[in-house]
């Protein structure tokens, strides 16, 4: 019955009218930036890259595909947020929960968020199939990355891909099973650049040559350094968000900070809000230590982001 009922409705759908391609320059002057909620130090960095691309392009219309807690960053600095991120499954929650303690296992946790990378596939495709735009950017997505990356023939605007690591790399507990599945993924990501060279139209490396780490991709696989330099152009320095001039003048920030020249300070900070707050009680506990070696010590502990209620998460634990 289900079925004869699937069958009655697919001979009633009319065909959609064919689609057109547009030529770059007929395109609007629009950017879709897809950035990821994978910790915010990089959301500052796509933030001064979408600054640049305006005062080299002015009129340059930037639209943000983004999640929690990325899109509050975004909207502190009137940024564009495309209404379809409020669609996008959370990556972020994923990664939470598969930390304990001070521990995770990225690429275990990559490979368990499957529902995770295709719902947010779908959303992007979905939206770029409405919607043109001159120019896609990527800056380190998680999800959307699948879309040019899997389906080649989906793209319908010049795509840049930035990326300060490429590769993964076994963690040893992991054992041989680890080791051949990460080499596996890379091997998989190898054929698939050698196949469609031109899914990306231009790959950038945040940072220089020396910043990639010795190292294969696996066995019998290329080094890791030898092939990014053939398959990626790099920035040089590392994009911070911000002009280290700014901040040159110590006793003036210190004066603006209410310290004086000789008050110690120690400022403790993490990256990730759920392995990050292990971290974070754990350096606290070690206030009173330190300061018995360094009387007078101040301690100000940095915490991340809030994070977005469980049931907003947009994922169902497994």
């Given at each position: 019955?289900?079925?004869?009922?699937?069958?009655?409705?697919?001979?009633?759908?009319?065909?959609?009218?064919?689609?057109?391609?547009?030529?770059?320059?007929?395109?609007?002057?629009?950017?879709?930036?897809?950035?990821?909620?994978?910790?915010?130090?990089?959301?500052?960095?796509?933030?001064?890259?979408?600054?640049?691309?305006?005062?080299?392009?002015?009129?340059?219309?930037?639209?943000?595909?983004?999640?929690?807690?990325?899109?509050?960053?975004?909207?502190?600095?009137?940024?564009?947020?495309?209404?379809?991120?409020?669609?996008?499954?959370?990556?972020?929650?994923?990664?939470?929960?598969?930390?304990?303690?001070?521990?995770?296992?990225?690429?275990?946790?990559?490979?368990?968020?499957?529902?995770?990378?295709?719902?947010?596939?779908?959303?992007?495709?979905?939206?770029?199939?409405?919607?043109?735009?001159?120019l896609w950017i990527g800056g380190r997505v998680l999800?959307?990355?699948?879309?040019?990356?899997?389906?080649?023939?989906?793209?319908?605007?010049?795509?840049?891909?930035?990326?300060?690591?490429?590769?993964?790399?076994?963690?040893?507990?992991?054992?041989?099973?680890?080791?051949?599945?990460?080499?596996?993924?890379?091997?998989?990501?190898?054929?698939?650049?050698?196949?469609?060279?031109?899914?990306?139209?231009?790959?950038?490396?945040?940072?220089?040559?020396?910043?990639?780490?010795?190292?294969?991709f696996g066995p019998d696989l290329p080094a890791i350094?030898?092939?990014?330099?053939?398959?990626?152009?790099?920035?040089?320095?590392?994009?911070?968000?911000?002009?280290?001039?700014?901040?040159?003048?110590?006793?003036?920030?210190?004066?603006?900070?209410?310290?004086?020249?000789?008050?110690?300070?120690?400022?403790?900070?993490?990256?990730?809000?759920?392995?990050?707050?292990?971290?974070?009680?754990?350096?606290?506990?070690?206030?009173?230590?330190?300061?018995?070696?360094?009387?007078?010590?101040?301690?100000?502990?940095?915490?991340?982001?809030?994070?977005?209620?469980?049931?907003?998460?947009?994922?169902?634990?497994?």
């Amino acid at each position: 019955m289900l079925i004869r009922d699937f069958v009655d409705g697919l001979r009633q759908h009319r065909p959609a009218a064919p689609r057109r391609w547009t030529r770059g320059r007929a395109r609007p002057k629009r950017a879709l930036y897809l950035s990821s909620p994978i910790g915010l130090g990089h959301a500052r960095r796509d933030a001064a890259i979408a600054n640049a691309l305006r005062r080299l392009h002015p009129g340059l219309q930037i639209d943000w595909l983004a999640q929690h807690p990325v899109t509050a960053f975004l909207q502190a600095r009137n940024e564009h947020i495309h209404p379809a991120s409020a669609e996008l499954a959370s990556e972020s929650s994923h990664l939470e929960a598969e930390s304990a303690g001070h521990d995770l296992h990225c690429s275990q946790a990559w490979r368990r968020m499957d529902e995770i990378l295709l719902a947010n596939f779908m959303i992007f495709h979905d939206l770029v199939s409405a919607d043109p735009y001159a120019l896609w950017i990527g800056g380190r997505v998680l999800g959307t990355r699948l879309l040019p990356a899997r389906k080649p023939r989906a793209q319908r605007a010049a795509y840049v891909w930035l990326t300060d690591f490429v590769g993964w790399l076994p963690m040893p507990d992991g054992g041989p099973r680890e080791a051949r599945l990460t080499a596996d993924y890379n091997a998989e990501m190898l054929e698939h650049i050698a196949r469609y060279p031109r899914v990306r139209d231009r790959a950038i490396f945040i940072g220089a040559p020396d910043d990639i780490i010795p190292g294969r991709f696996g066995p019998d696989l290329p080094a890791i350094r030898s092939w990014t330099e053939a398959h990626f152009d790099f920035s040089g320095d590392y994009i911070s968000g911000f002009d280290p001039i700014d901040i040159a003048d110590r006793t003036a920030i210190r004066a603006e900070l209410g310290y004086s020249s000789d008050d110690q300070v120690c400022i403790v900070t993490v990256g990730g809000s759920a392995v990050g707050t292990n971290l974070l009680r754990r350096v606290i506990e070690s206030y009173p230590h330190a300061r018995q070696k360094v009387p007078g010590l101040r301690m100000v502990v940095v915490a991340g982001a809030p994070r977005r209620p469980r049931a907003a998460a947009g994922r169902r634990r497994r």
